[in-house]
């Protein structure tokens, strides 16, 4: 896996060429590793009055999900 696409509802918006740590959960009972990424996209929108920003990451060092 490269990259991904996130959903936050957060009041600090992430911005291009932000490092961010990513954690995943549902893997191995919540216990996945922290990934690095690059904010590479991002947009804003409302749903039911709660901001939202998708990012679309990628990330530093190539992994599996079988990884996490």
Known sequence: MT???LLLSTESIPVVG???TVR??????DVSPAVEATVMY???SSL????LHG????FI???SISDL
């Open 3 to 5: 990259g991904a696409y």
């Open 18 to 20: 932000q490092k961010v």
């Open 24 to 29: 995943f959960s549902g893997f191995r009972a």
């Open 42 to 44: 991002v947009n804003s």
């Open 48 to 51: 039911y009055g709660e901001q």
């Open 55 to 58: 990012i679309g990451v990628h």
């Open 61 to 63: 060092r190539q992994f």
